[in-house]
């Protein structure tokens, strides 16, 4: 507990990662007090309807992902999610097109297009979801909670305007984030989103376990010490490693390559078990919302057994497509985000080699297959935290508490705050290595 507080006044002592925190949590603020600026002309208290839309369901996810921003008709009620949609997109297309492919090799300058591609997508995406959230609104409230009058024009091209605007204002603050504060920004965004239903979820489960007589004081306890575990093993798949040991020759004035070799320095190549991060939980949970807005396009009987299906995120069918659906995408992720040809050819220029194993292609076929075999398994580990919450329900836990056991919630929860956690070390350790060469050249000084 001593390191830990001592740890935590370090980083107030490094002015550059304190203002970096400033930075990010005002941001934050900022964000957060935006979820709760209701649509001009829409009569806030009279939402209640919509917030009964978004108790349950694919409803709740989307509430979660905008931080209660979508129940309450906000000016961020579309939150950060077109701009995932668009980054979903704009990766599929990188694998057909050859321009995206071309922009994907330049470098910086390629980063920086296919940035300004996919905000570009963003807003266009945001254009057609829009006018579908405002139909929702006319759909679910009632008329006398449009105080401009009941599907005006006023109403609907203006609303349009601010959620388009509320989108690409939160992109923003998620790009500063990541420019002038600490982490990712649009995880972030995303992870601050989901903690802030975490306080009421708890209060729920507690109020059914311990007023309502629900199991009482012990199977609370143990519900969060199953919660804990999980934790555990979410944490245990994001920092696994898998090391590939790799051997540098030292080259010598004695010509005798073979004698060279074995006086080389072995390194390693540390290859994660989940590689992806959180990215294929994040693609897989857009993808689910497909299937019941195109089937809720028809009024056939198989169409809404369709949209009955994939509306109930705690169904089997939903959980079996959303675990496939997490499955492919590790490994779609994996491949784009570890690129093997490179660093075959990295290794290679550098005069290092994996040993048993010739350099060039053999070494890119040996750390693809080696990707696909660690990736497999933690892909399904992956898959079975998403859908761990459907198990626990089926025990009689609440769905709003369930919700952080696994799936969506958790896992982006704790790869973002290790994400984050490990830039701020990153600061801490750089900064006590500067202190370690002053204070070294101040005792050669002083000798």
């Known amino acids: 507990m001593k390191k830990f507080i001592e740890s935590i006044s370090n ?11 400033l930075v990010t949590l005002g941001i934050l603020i900022v964000y957060r007090f935006g979820a709760h600026v209701t649509l001009p002309g829409i009569d806030a208290t009279q939402l209640t309807s919509l917030a009964g839309q978004t108790k349950n369901g694919l409803g709740s996810i989307l509430d979660m992902f905008t931080g209660g921003a979508f129940s309450k008709a906000s000016v961020f009620a579309l939150g950060i999610m077109p701009y995932i ?7 599929l297309m990188g694998i057909a097109i050859p321009y995206l492919q071309k922009l994907q090799s330049d470098g910086e300058s390629g980063t920086k297009k296919i940035n300004q591609i996919t905000r570009w997508l963003t807003i266009g995406i945001t254009l057609v979801q829009g006018p579908g ?3 929702n609104l006319y759909r679910t409230l009632p008329s006398s909670a449009f105080l401009l009058g009941f599907n005006s024009f006023e109403f609907l091209f203006s609303s349009v305007v601010i959620l388009v605007t509320g989108t690409i204002f939160a992109m923003w603050l998620g790009e500063k984030i990541t420019d002038k504060g600490i982490g990712n920004g649009i995880s972030l965004l995303i992870m601050i989103g989901i903690l802030a239903r975490f306080p009421q979820a708890f209060v729920q489960e507690f109020k059914s376990t311990i007023t309502n007589n629900n199991g009482g004081p012990m199977i609370l306890v143990i519900e969060i010490i199953i919660w804990l575990l ?5 944490v245990l798949l994001v920092m696994a490693i898998r090391k590939i040991p790799v051997q540098y020759a030292r080259r010598t004035t004695s010509g005798d390559f073979e004698k060279d070799m074995m006086g080389g320095n072995r390194q390693w190549i540390p290859l994660k078990l989940n590689a992806s991060g959180v990215m294929p939980i ?41 675990a496939t659906l997490i ?10 985000t570890v690129p093997t040809n490179k660093m075959s050819d990295d290794l290679k220029r550098s ?5 048993g194993v010739r350099p060039g292609a053999e070494t890119s076929d040996f750390l693809d297959k080696v990707m696909s075999l660690i990736t497999f398994p933690g892909s399904l580990f992956l898959a079975l935290i998403a859908v761990f919450p459907a198990i626990v329900v089926s025990f009689g836990v609440q769905q709003s508490w ?18 984050t956690i490990q830039q701020v070390n990153s600061y801490l350790l750089n900064k006590h290595y500067d202190g370690l060469m002053k204070s070294g050249k101040n005792r050669k000084a002083v000798a």
């Open 351 to 355: 005069g290092g080699f994996i040993p």
């Open 402 to 419: 369930a919700m952080f056991f696994g799936g969506t919630s958790l896992i982006i929860m704790v790869g973002v705050a290790i994400d």
């Open 85 to 91: 949609s668009a980054s979903i997109v704009v990766q």
């Open 230 to 234: 999980v934790i555990i093993c979410c």
């Open 11 to 21: 980083i107030w002592k490094i002015e550059e990662l304190k203002n970096r925190i």
């Open 133 to 135: 959230y405002i139909y």
């Open 327 to 336: 499955v492919v995408f590790t490994f779609f992720y994996t491949a784009i």
């Open 282 to 322: 994040i693609f897989a949970q857009a993808i689910m919302f497909i299937p019941a807005a195109v089937a809720g396009l028809s009024k056939s009987d198989a169409s809404q057994s369709i949209v009955g299906a994939f509306s109930n995120m705690f169904g089997f069918w939903y959980n079996l497509v959303f």
